[in-house]
């Protein structure tokens, strides 16, 4: 069942009222959190797309609560996903149509991405910078998740630095230049967006989205990198640098 959007907004930010009331630190991510950080551009109808779900990522130490507050909107838990896996992710349903898919600390897909201590800088969703990297990370990125990056890049300018609605380059930056594979699926992301984006669009927001995606590859190219993507860059990629997430479902 897909929800109208405003309703699945309406819920997921009661359910980030409910956590923090308890004492957690819940932020949305995924398709949803960046709707909700994109208002004018998610509405455009070259990059709509319906929402089904809902993905957070909670503190560690809130995780101890956020059961309780998703039990209190209303969701129900899947006891057994969650007792093998609560202390890395945790999954829940809405009268039985919608799933949300809860991550502890890190966002683990096809890389790792440490939130724990970023959960502050931003209400309700994640930073834009860290929103924009768990797109980034997919090793085969879709139609869907590209226009998510358009909408982002689109509503939200870059600098160097944290900011309301701001896409921090040097925190994306740091991150590839210490990490051999985040740099190559970022890297390759960024090359695959700038072919493909939507011919709908006007041709001045096709400007600003190739704009910022040759400034995010030019900050990635140019950061000094580490000791440890030096080495692993000698191996290359005759040795696979991303995992395969596996899908989870009730």
């Not at 995924?30 to 990522?57: C, E, H, N, W």
């Not at 899947?78 to 966002?107: C, E, K, P, S």
Request: aromatic share 8%; glycine share 6%; net charge positive.
């Amino acid at each position: 069942m897909t929800y109208p959007s405003a309703k699945l907004k309406k819920l997921a930010l009661q359910l980030v009222q409910e956590a923090e009331r308890r004492g957690a630190k819940l932020r949305l991510l995924g398709g949803m959190a960046i709707y909700l950080s994109s208002p004018a551009s998610a509405r455009q109808p070259i990059l709509q797309r319906t929402y089904k779900d809902v993905d957070f990522v909670v503190d560690r130490r809130g995780s101890h609560h956020v059961e309780a507050a998703f039990e209190a909107q209303g969701w129900e838990p899947d006891r057994r996903f969650n007792a093998l896996h609560g202390a890395t992710r945790m999954l829940f349903t809405y009268r039985d149509a919608i799933q949300a898919d809860l991550f502890v600390g890190d966002f683990v897909q096809c890389h790792k991405l440490s939130l724990e201590r970023r959960l502050a800088l931003n209400p309700v969703t994640l930073t834009p910078a860290d929103l924009l990297l768990t797109k980034l990370q997919i090793h085969e990125m879709n139609r869907k998740d590209a226009n998510d990056v358009f909408m982002l890049l689109l509503s939200c300018s870059l600098t160097a630095g944290p900011g309301k609605n701001k896409i921090d380059v040097r925190y994306l930056a740091a991150l590839t230049a210490k990490d051999w594979g985040w740099y190559t699926t970022v890297h390759d992301n960024l090359a695959f967006l700038r072919k493909s984006l939507p011919r709908g669009l006007k041709p001045a927001e096709q400007k600003v989205i190739r704009t910022r995606l040759d400034q995010l590859r030019d900050a990635i190219e140019e950061a000094p990198k580490s000791s440890g993507w030096k080495a692993r860059n000698l191996i290359g990629r005759r040795v696979p640098w991303y995992d395969e997430p596996e899908e989870v479902h009730r």
